[in-house]
């Protein structure tokens, strides 16, 4: 995979907070997450977890759909 798989900073634990909120406080499911935005629900889990990082792409994808679904549902 190319760009920044391995480098954890800032936007990576900002992200993984609000994945966790959106998943355990939330209810969203990391099953419907990983369909909506084309990422590994194994991957997600692992991110989630704090085992793993995501690349920019999809980091990109995750921050735009928990943007967009808050903003629907807020």
Known sequence: MKGRCNIMDQSQNDLRKRLNYAIDEIGLKAKTIG????????ELS???NGKA???QPDVKKLTSYLDNFFMVEL
Request: with cysteine; hydrophobic share 35%.
């Open 35 to 42: 369909r909506k935005t084309n990422i590994a629900e194994c």
């Open 46 to 48: 692992r991110f989630k």
């Open 53 to 55: 990082v995501l690349c």
